[in-house]
């Protein structure tokens, strides 16, 4: 597995598995599209997990915020390790301690995060949807400052 800044040429790729998430669950966002990662990702430093050729996942990081913004595994990559190792090329690329937001009814997600060091931080029941602030509080984080 290779996980490297995303080329123009991956863009279909990481839209068409971002599509395909916020179809299946994300019921809050009224009518997702492709056009949707354009939007939702500018500006920010994008980054694929490739496996085999084949884009497996996304990550992007809001850099002057150390803040995952998006990190997306395709269905058939998942449990193999892909979040994993772009979990770990976001804390490469940060400053200081990684945050992101998960929703919180997003069970294996948070599962996941937990598994990569992250713990709840702050949690805003008001937005929609309801979700948690998490903190990268990994020994990883600790022997890199």
Known sequence: ?????????????????????????????AKPNLADFDHDSSGEALFVAEVNGQ?????????????????FVAPEFRHQGVGH??????????????????VINNEAALKFYAGEGFAIRREDRIAVPANYTLIDVSDRVANKQ
């Open 1 to 29: 597995m290779k996980v490297r800044p995303m080329k123009p040429s991956d863009r279909q790729a990481v839209a068409a598995i971002y599509l395909r998430d916020r179809e299946l669950y994300f019921p809050w966002v």
């Open 55 to 71: 884009i497996a996942g996304f990550a992007s990081l809001i850099r002057v915020l150390d803040f995952i913004h998006l990190l």
């Open 85 to 102: 190792a772009l979990i770990e090329r976001m804390r490469q690329e940060a400053i200081g301690s990684l945050t992101l937001k998960c």
